[in-house]
């Protein structure tokens, strides 16, 4: 793999069910983010994680917990869905490392919460 | 309160020039970035700037005066492919992106 992948694609699913969102980039970057994105928006920060094992709350954080094991992982959970969490979700990752610290940004899940 | 503010949505026609401005207010500056995103896919990284000036990258240019919390994308020559949203962000006191909701480019032959 090369960059960041996302899965799954697109997932509907039931009010009140866990649901898990994957995130796994290979650039070895010590930064990643967790976005939502809502028509009519801005990309809004839900938690981030600076380094392995640390993890810190973003703009909209509630209903939404995340881990950082290792490097290249960083799941999104959803421990019990609500509708106003359809959205779709970016993970994205940067270095750290420079002035720039550009972000780049995984393909997306497209959650739907009925 | 943090702000990002960028037009809606703008028109232009193949092979012309178009301007997409974004101003700001939030805790602090560390930068401005401009994103593209096509419909359905990610944002990809585009421009950064940090001091005052242009930076020129291409067909693309971005422009940023920090005193006027003020920023524009210029893209030249444009072409079909062009169409989709530009997204501007400020990188806040905290190092965290603060993103505007996007400008969609349309682009008509």
């Known amino acids: 793999i090369a960059g960041i992948t996302q899965a799954p694609t697109s997932q509907i699913l039931a009010a009140g069910r866990r649901m898990t969102l994957r995130c796994t980039q290979d650039?070895?970057?010590?930064?990643m983010y967790w976005y939502r994105q809502d028509l009519g928006l801005g990309l809004r920060l839900i938690h981030y994680?600076?380094?392995?094992?640390?993890?810190g709350k973003g703009e909209v954080p509630d209903g939404y917990s995340v881990s950082r094991a290792n490097t290249d992982d960083f799941p999104l959970t959803l421990a019990s869905a609500v509708p106003s969490q359809t959205s779709v979700y970016f993970c994205?990752?940067?270095?750290?490392?420079?002035?720039?610290?550009?972000?780049?940004f995984g393909p997306g899940t497209r959650l739907t919460v009925l | 309160g943090q702000n990002i503010d960028q037009p809606t949505e703008m028109t232009a026609t193949e092979g012309a020039i178009v301007q997409i401005n974004c101003t700001y207010q939030?805790?602090?500056?560390?930068?401005l970035f401009w994103y593209q995103q096509h419909a359905g896919e990610a944002p990809t990284f585009l421009s950064y700037?940090?001091l005052d000036g242009l930076e020129e990258k291409g067909r693309f240019s971005s422009f940023l005066s920090r005193s006027k919390g003020y920023s524009y994308l210029l893209l030249k020559e444009l072409q079909m492919k062009d169409s989709a949203s530009y997204l501007c962000?400020?990188?806040?006191?905290?190092?965290?992106?603060?993103w505007g909701a996007g400008t969609k480019l349309i682009i008509k032959p």
């Open positions: 650039m070895r970057h010590n930064a």
């Open positions: 939030t805790s602090g500056f560390n930068g």
């Open positions: 700037n940090v």
């Open positions: 962000a400020v990188k806040d006191s905290n190092y965290q992106l603060i």
């Open positions: 994680s600076n380094t392995a094992g640390t993890t």
């Open positions: 994205a990752s940067s270095s750290r490392s420079g002035d720039a610290d550009t972000q780049y």
